[in-house]
């Protein structure tokens, strides 16, 4: 049974720093891409991040500069890390993970789900 674990999350004041991770087991995902997603209240879940099979990274504009994406393939987990966080960042991140050797930005490029981490900024 493959498994996404997130953790990491909390809360934190605006400008601050925060790395949340994504454990996997079940199934390696070396040479597939993995990315985070994340969801606000009220809003459709939306691309952050995402790390293809040769570990080409892809960030969403609103994050570009700030949030690094990586991954350690021996423990088969994968990274987010955040910096200068901004109020607008709220929301539950999930890590995602699929088969396709690229990041696509699309949900639907990924077949594996997380539970989710609350990621919550304060003003």
């Known amino acids: 049974q493959v498994q996404l674990v997130e953790s990491g999350g909390g809360l934190v004041q605006a400008g601050g720093s925060l790395t949340v991770s994504c454990a996997a087991s079940g199934r390696t995902f070396s040479s597939g891409a993995m990315a985070w997603f994340r969801q606000a209240p009220r809003k459709e879940r939306e691309f952050v991040a995402g790390i293809s099979g040769s570990d080409m990274s892809t960030y969403a504009d609103s994050v570009k500069g700030r949030f690094t994406i990586s991954r350690d393939r021996v423990k088969n987990t994968m990274f987010l890390q955040m910096n200068n966080l901004k109020p607008e960042d709220t929301a539950v991140y999930y890590c995602?993970?699929?088969?396709?050797?690229?990041?696509?930005?699309?949900?639907?490029?990924?077949?594996?789900w997380g539970q989710g981490t609350q990621v919550t900024v304060s003003s």
């Open positions: 995602a993970g699929g088969s396709k050797w690229l990041a696509g930005t699309h949900f639907t490029n990924y077949n594996y």
